[in-house]
């Protein structure tokens, strides 16, 4: 087979098994060859295989954040986003009031998705290098009792930056409100035990730490929680008490399942499991994570958040000031070297991203430094400094 991915065309070039780039990005990423693989089959959605195939999904990841019992698996079709807005609509009731605690782009496009489904939010926002603050929040709910739920994001993705998640579950807990949390990014690396976190509902999806294609969000919701959810959802195809109920009942989904995404997120999640699960794996990602700093700073570059406050996810650096620095040279060149990255979100300064999730390991973090280095001498660049503050 060709590869119409453009294959990347340089001397020094790395490639995947499949010859495409590698994705140090924070999703879609690169997945292995057996998660690919596990996708070259068909089922019909009553399929007695591929019913035992969503059973098994579902029980694993209710397994990851050890809910045993308590809670239960309800996923839903569509990229995270999707379940992030079901989570929000099927949880907050029409006449509740989300306290959303933002700093990032996921924590606004919470705050966007409450205004659009016209749930009541108030904004508890801290600049993006700074972690959400349980003592602000401790005041809030003191404060407006009329508060119902509190959200927040577990790795704010447009930093990478980890924010105390248990602290403000258990803050949120003592007031006796509900706690919702977007895990997206760093769910199957970070740890999330239901049993000391507690939450009504947290959300992810298949395409980011748990390495599998993307098409398939899940939410994890305490049963009690969900039980009373009856009604509340704005949407017919993202009512998540309504997708539970029906999957209870016939073992199957409500809307066409995505199968391909679903078997390859299957095998994704027995890999995860082999992997030592949620240890495993950030341990994996926080070595990746640890070698392209080290790399990065020893080539000059900054980084946006000090050593306490990253997530080993996805690592900002500050832009440099150089002027031979030009940021498409750069992510092209990077490109043809075989390596993606991504470009910067921040509001607050020029910087660009490096992801250290997907299926890379050592090897391909060196070899994108050595790229890096390299691409660095061709573009004449002198200083990895970023402009004075
Ligand atoms: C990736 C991500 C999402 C979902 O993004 P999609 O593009 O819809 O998959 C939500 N929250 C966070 C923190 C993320 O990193």
Redesign the pocket.
């Not at 569509?78 to 992030?84: D, H, I, M």
């Not at 994001?153 to 447009?158: A, R």
């Not at 977007?182 to 760093?186: C, F, I, L, V």
């Given at each position: 087979m060709t590869n119409p991915n453009s294959p990347p065309d340089h001397p020094q070039v790395s490639l995947s098994p499949t010859g495409d780039p590698w994705l140090l990005t924070?999703?879609?990423l690169t997945t292995s060859l057996e998660v690919k693989q596990a996708a070259l089959h068909d089922y019909g959605s009553r399929d007695s295989h591929f019913i035992a195939v969503n059973r098994r999904i579902r029980e694993n990841l209710v397994n990851i954040v050890h809910g045993q019992g308590s809670h239960v698996c309800i996923p839903l079709q569509?990229?995270?986003?999707?379940?992030?807005e079901a989570m929000l609509g099927s949880f907050v009731p029409k006449d509740g009031k989300v306290l959303v605690l933002v700093n990032?782009?996921?924590?606004t496009?919470?705050v966007k998705i409450c205004r659009v489904m016209g749930r009541e939010v108030e904004v508890q926002e801290t600049p993006e290098d700074v972690p959400n603050d349980p003592e602000t929040l401790d005041q809030a709910l003191a404060g407006d009792p009329g508060i119902t739920h509190v959200a927040a994001?577990?790795?704010?993705?447009?930093s990478g930056i980890l924010n105390p998640i248990a602290e403000l579950a258990r803050i949120t807990a003592r007031h006796g409100r509900a706690f919702l949390i977007?895990?997206?990014?760093?769910f199957g690396a970070v740890p999330l035990d239901a049993r000391e976190v507690p939450f009504d509902a947290v959300?992810?999806?298949s395409?980011?730490c748990l390495e599998a294609t993307?098409g398939v969000?899940f939410c994890l919701a305490r049963s009690e929680a969900l039980a009373k959810t009856e009604g509340n959802a704005h949407s017919l195809s993202l009512d998540l008490y309504d997708q539970y109920v029906f999957m209870e009942g016939s073992g199957q989904w409500r809307f066409t399942p995505p199968v391909q995404t679903l078997l390859s997120f299957d095998r994704a999640l027995q890999d995860h499991a082999a992997e030592g699960g949620v240890a495993g794996r950030g341990s994996r990602y926080r070595r990746n994570c640890q070698i392209l700093v080290d790399g990065m700073r020893r080539l000059g570059f900054q980084t946006l958040l000090p050593a306490e406050l990253q997530a080993p996810?996805?690592v900002t650096f500050h832009m440099p000031a150089d002027p031979h620095f030009r940021f498409e040279d750069f992510y092209d060149g990077l490109r043809r070297r075989g390596y993606v990255i991504y470009p910067g979100k921040l509001t607050v300064a020029e910087s660009f991203r490096i992801g250290c999730i997907g299926r890379l390991g050592e090897e391909q973090m060196r070899g994108a430094l050595a790229a890096v280095e390299d691409l660095l001498s061709d573009m004449a660049v002198e200083s990895c400094a970023p402009a004075a503050a």
């Open positions: 924070p999703g879609p569509g990229s995270g986003t999707f379940v992030v990032g782009a996921y924590g496009r919470m994001v577990l790795c704010e993705t447009t977007d895990a997206m990014s760093a959300v992810a999806s395409n980011k993307p969000g996810i996805i």
